[in-house]
């Protein structure tokens, strides 16, 4: 099982537990296998739901850095800073990009936003245009959704050109 199913199958046991628990103690008049059915069908579709958003900013990421032409590995020259929230909720990160080069460069910089497990949350891509020869440039990188809990962020891929 991929851990995106093993955390999707955690969620879902997780939540029948508590919800047919709380069922069973409330005087609700459903029974507490009905609750907890409609409880493990709740949490299969937000799993399902957090995995289509991971997904689709995947998708995104891939196709922004596909389009930036001619790129070069440049993943040693870019520095994250610690993850902090906004007052949105989502997660931002300061990236500085350190270019080593006798020219100005730009760059794209894929920024993977990660629990504490080390699971995906979110990912965007960062560009840095215009960065001067033997200069750094800082941009932020922010994630596309409210993202709870402790956040990491790493350099998924960076491009130079």
């Known amino acids: 099982m991929t851990r995106k199913a093993l955390r999707g199958l955690w969620a879902v046991l997780l939540t029948t ?8 103690c409330s005087d609700g008049g459903g029974s507490a296998s009905s609750t907890a059915s409609e409880a493990a069908s709740a949490a299969a579709s937000a799993a399902s739901r957090g995995a ?24 040693s020259d870019v520095e994250l800073g610690r993850p902090s929230t906004d007052g949105n ?6 990236v500085t990009a350190k270019n080593s080069s006798d020219s100005k460069k730009s760059y794209a910089i894929q920024v993977n936003f990660r629990d504490a497990s080390g699971n995906l949350l979110d990912m965007v891509v ?8 033997k200069a750094s440039k800082d941009a932020t990188a ?4 409210k993202l ?14």
Do not use: P
């Open 17 to 24: 537990a508590v919800l047919s628990t709380a069922a069973a």
């Open 52 to 75: 289509d958003v991971v997904a689709s900013a995947t998708a995104a990421a891939g196709e922004k850095l596909n389009n930036f032409k001619n790129g070069v590995n440049a993943r």
């Open 89 to 94: 909720g989502r997660a931002t990160v300061k």
């Open 126 to 133: 960062v560009t840095v245009d215009g960065v001067g020869a």
């Open 142 to 145: 922010r994630s596309n959704r």
């Open 148 to 161: 709870s809990g402790e956040v990491e962020a790493e350099v998924g891929r960076a491009l130079r050109h």
